[in-house]
């Protein structure tokens, strides 16, 4: 009796560890499949991201050559570095939000008692720009022109402006 019940225990033991084994096994080559389809999901997403972003990118004058060699021509005696114009043209013509009668490139009246101020700025090239205003109750976008002088001072010109009904 004693060397069967043994023999039982012998035989269970083997068989948890058959199963044991067979489980740790099955679910590390679960867990590298698993892995590999979420790395394989997240590089498609990542792409699709990036194919976006560059879609995104096309109107700007970062990655416009064309409009970059407006400002960087080869007879040139004086250039302009884009990396540097964009910060310029950005910071000038958001310090026109200080005015008290509020931004005078939007090209809208002040509506109420709140005055219209540029939130955002996006230069498409080497003479448009666009950007979104509001009063904190109107929105708006307004497409504007901008001129690099000769004595590097930036001039803007209001090309068209669009306010959302409320």
């Known amino acids: 009796m004693k060397?069967?019940?043994?023999?039982?225990?012998?035989?269970?033991?083997?068989?948890?560890?058959?199963?044991?084994?067979m489980y740790f096994s099955k679910e590390l080559a679960f867990e590298k499949n698993k892995t590999a389809k979420m790395e394989s999901k997240l590089k498609k997403d990542v792409d699709i991201a990036n194919a976006k972003l560059v879609d995104a990118n096309y109107f700007s004058l970062?990655?416009?050559?064309?409009?970059?060699?407006?400002?960087?021509?080869?007879?040139?005696?004086?250039?302009?570095?884009?990396?540097?114009?964009?910060?310029?043209?950005?910071?000038?013509?958001?310090?026109?939000?200080?005015n008290p009668k509020g931004n005078p490139y939007?090209?809208?009246?002040?509506?109420?008692?709140?005055?219209?101020?540029?939130n955002k700025?996006?230069?498409?090239n080497h003479r448009w720009i666009i950007a979104d205003f509001s009063d904190g109750?109107?929105?708006?976008?307004?497409?504007?022109?901008y001129f690099v002088n000769d004595d590097?001072?930036?001039?803007?010109?209001?090309?068209?402006?669009?306010?959302?009904?409320k």
């Open 121 to 124: 700025v996006k230069i498409l």
């Open 137 to 145: 109750e109107y929105w708006g976008e307004v497409l504007i022109k």
């Open 152 to 165: 590097e001072t930036v001039s803007f010109e209001t090309f068209q402006s669009l306010l959302y009904q």
């Open 3 to 21: 060397k069967s019940l043994l023999l039982y225990l012998f035989i269970i033991l083997l068989l948890l560890n058959v199963f044991t084994y």
């Open 106 to 118: 939007i090209g809208q009246d002040q509506i109420g008692a709140n005055k219209f101020i540029i």
């Open 62 to 98: 970062e990655k416009n050559e064309n409009a970059q060699n407006y400002f960087n021509p080869d007879n040139a005696t004086k250039t302009i570095q884009v990396e540097k114009l964009i910060p310029v043209v950005t910071e000038k013509l958001m310090d026109f939000n200080s």
